[in-house]
């Protein structure tokens, strides 16, 4: 059962990083790579020190902050939602927080990348979820096998609109692992078919097995 301290340390780790995005979206409007370095220094020191760190209580010892590619702006876009042709809900099993419905937006069509589902959290809180799996997935130096999430606004990760209303900036150097890749206790939601690409995505945060 959560306690009451718990529940605040977590209310203060979403707040957290609902503040890191807010700065990464501002400087990215200048300078992306500034924003990156926002958001990896960011993330290593909510790791390393916040009582909601995913981190086991063994790793934290040894930590020496998240492995992450250094920034490559070619792998930024700004991709407009097509929107879906018939209606598509995924529940998913996650155990810590039951199911968890969402609702097909629609897709994205990424040069040279593929295709890539948008999905949209269903009840309270709403937001938007891209997660995605690519080639390098569960290789050594690669990337977590069971796929990394790419925005889940619900939760701050979220790296603002294109243009236009219906677009979104997809930013793969800001991919990030669930908190499932560092601690067993989570089920998270993971990529389906839709959200796997036939590619290599050598940025964002890579996967090694350890913290």
């Known amino acids: 059962m959560t306690t ?3 529940a605040l340390q977590l209310a203060d780790w979403r707040r957290r990083v609902f503040e890191l995005y807010a700065g990464v979206r501002h400087l990215s409007a200048t300078n992306t790579a500034s924003a990156h370095d926002l958001w990896r220094s960011g993330r290593d020191e909510l790791f390393a020190g ?3 760190s995913p981190l086991l209580t063994e790793d934290r010892a040894t930590f020496a902050g998240l492995t992450v590619a ?3 702006p070619s792998w930024r876009f700004e991709a407009e939602i097509r929107r879906a042709e018939e209606p598509q809900r995924l529940s998913v099993e996650t155990g810590t927080d039951g199911t968890v419905p969402f609702d097909l937006v629609g897709t ?4 040279s990348l593929g295709t890539l589902d948008v999905w949209r959290l269903v009840g309270y809180g709403g937001g ?5 799996k690519d080639r390098l997935a569960g290789r050594p130096g ?4 069971g796929g990394r999430y790419l925005l889940d606004t619900v939760k701050g990760a979220d790296l603002g609109s294109g243009a236009a209303e219906t677009t979104l900036v997809l930013d793969f150097n800001f991919a990030y692992n669930p908190s499932c890749a560092y601690d067993p206790v ?3 939601p993971l990529p ?3 959200n796997v690409l036939p590619v290599e995505v050598p940025v964002g945060e890579l996967y090694d097995g350890t913290a």
Do not use: K, N
């Not at 938007?128 to 995605?132: C, G, T, V």
């Not at 690669?142 to 096998?145: E, L, P, V």
């Open 186 to 188: 989570w089920a998270c």
């Open 108 to 111: 994205v069509r990424l040069p």
């Open 192 to 194: 389906q078919s839709g």
């Open 50 to 52: 916040h009582p909601s």
């Open 70 to 72: 250094s920034y490559d």
């Open 4 to 6: 009451t301290l718990e």
């Open 142 to 145: 690669g990337t977590y096998g």
């Open 128 to 132: 938007i979820f891209l997660p995605l």
